[in-house]
């Protein structure tokens, strides 16, 4: 479980990153591009989301 994120529409100042990408059914680095700062990965469901910094 990650902890420590919540849900922010992306043009408030509440909202540290932004989801470019999901990828659901995989947790994997490597499906996310150049247009991406950093990557989550979920083991349980397999989930992965690429984002930018705000």
Known sequence: MITGYRYA???T???SFRVVSRV???SDESLCGD???KVITLAQP???F???DQ
């Open 50 to 52: 690429c984002v930018k």
């Open 13 to 15: 100042p509440d909202a």
């Open 35 to 37: 247009d991406s700062d």
């Open 46 to 48: 397999p989930t992965t």
């Open 9 to 11: 529409d992306c043009g």
């Open 24 to 26: 659901d059914g995989r």
